[in-house]
Every structure is written in C-alpha cells, then in structure tokens.
C-alpha cells in the first residue's frame, strides 16, 4: 500500500540555519503531495502542496518539489524562525477524494 | 483557512463509556473525514463520509465507532464503549481541492 517516510527527529538548529526535512513516498499511480505542520497544542494546518511531478510547492519561506524520479518530496526553508518550531508531517494523496497517508511526523526545535 | 471548527476541544471520560466528537463546517460540504493521532504518533485515516454515508473505513474503525450527520450541517464521530487506547487527538477534514482539518478534540480516557 502507499506509504510515506520521514527522517527521524527532533530536528535542532539555531535560528538562521538551513533547514532540510526528508521525505520519501511509495504510491501506486500519481499522488498529490503535502506537507502540513502543527504547532504546539494546535491542529494540523496546510503549509503546501504539490499535484505534478517538477511542482514546486512553496508558503512562508517553505518549499518542496515533487521529485517523481527519486520519490521524494523534501521540505527546505534557508533560514529558520524560533517561530518554525513545530512538527512537520508529509502527506499524500493518491487521486480524487482518497485519504491521506501521513508520514511519522519531524519535530523541528529551533533555538535563539 | 479555519472552516471547520470541532467541539468539545477536550474530552475526558471513563473507560466504557460513550462520546460523541462534533465536527461544524461553517460552509456546506458533501465530503469530510476523520482521522485520529495518539500522542507523539503519527496521523492515522479512520473514516470518510461522503453524501450521508461511509465511503471508506480503516483497521481501526471498528464497530465501536459509528459516524453521522445527525441534523444535514453537523458531523459527528461516536465511540460506543471507550478503551484506554482511544485516549487521542481527533482531527475531521472537509474536502475541497485539498483536506483543511479541524483543531482536533483531544480525547482522554480514565
């Protein structure tokens, strides 16, 4: 079945620093991706998308590009906020209305 | 894009009994979804419903749970006889062009 992984965490880095968060994903067909985030306490928000392999989904300095070839769909931002500090899952969607397959979820932590 | 709000915000309740988690769309939509993430887990599909009826389930979603649209706007998620183990954070997601979850019902069980 589809599936989708996630470096493990947490993720430390000081405020400025590059961040990487791997993703990979097994799926039948062509899926959607998604990264969502969630901030201590709160729920699950959208922080971007990908529909097409070479799309580029980018929000609030984030971005990752559907890489069909190696499966993947790494999340990058080049300077992190102590505000970034959250967990960052990876998602996908296999076509239509389906369900989503989450990854494990990374925990960011970034310090002054 | 904060349209679907979900009540309670917390839940605590004894092994056994019955809660019932509600999911409010503030706009009208056909397609919603329920998952479910266990502390510090990952987060877990349990159930879509799609035009007044299930249109898929998970493992998980066994016959201690049960979803409706009780009143045509309200979705709600109802655990029979709660176990230790469905202590949780309840998400429901409407669908658009992707899902917007809910701020969750976090769930205890004593």
């Known amino acids: 079945g589809d599936s989708v992984t996630q470096m493990e965490g947490p993720v430390t880095l000081s405020e400025e620093a590059f961040l990487t968060i791997n993703c990979t994903y097994t799926?039948?067909?062509?899926?959607?991706l998604f990264w969502y985030v969630q901030y201590p306490g709160e729920g699950l928000q959208l922080l971007l998308k990908?529909?097409?392999?070479?799309d580029k989904g980018s929000n609030k300095g984030f971005e990752a590009t559907y890489r069909k070839e190696t499966t993947s769909f790494h999340l990058e931002k080049g300077s992190v906020q102590v505000s970034d500090s959250a967990v960052y899952f990876c998602?996908?969607?296999?076509?239509?209305?389906?369900?989503?397959?989450f990854g494990t979820g990374t925990r960011l932590l970034v310090s002054p | 894009e904060p349209e679907v709000t979900q009540t309670p915000s917390h839940q605590v309740t004894q092994m056994g009994q019955e809660v019932i988690l509600r999911c409010v769309p503030i706009?009208?939509?056909?397609?919603f979804y329920w998952y479910r993430q266990i502390l510090g887990q990952k987060v877990e599909f349990l159930v879509s419903?799609?035009?007044?009826?299930?249109?898929?389930k998970s493992e998980i979603f066994d016959d201690q749970f049960s979803v409706e649209r009780p009143d045509g706007s309200n979705f709600t998620l109802k655990i029979r006889s709660t176990k230790l183990e469905d202590s949780a954070m309840y998400f429901c997601?409407?669908?658009?062009?992707?899902?917007?979850f809910g701020p969750g019902t976090r769930l205890t069980v004593l």
């Open positions: 998602a996908l969607r296999n076509t239509g209305f389906q369900k989503l397959v």
């Open positions: 799926a039948t067909g062509y899926p959607s």
């Open positions: 990908a529909t097409k392999a070479d």
């Open positions: 706009s009208n939509h056909l397609y």
């Open positions: 419903f799609y035009n007044n009826e299930i249109s898929e």
């Open positions: 997601a409407r669908v658009s062009d992707t899902q917007y």
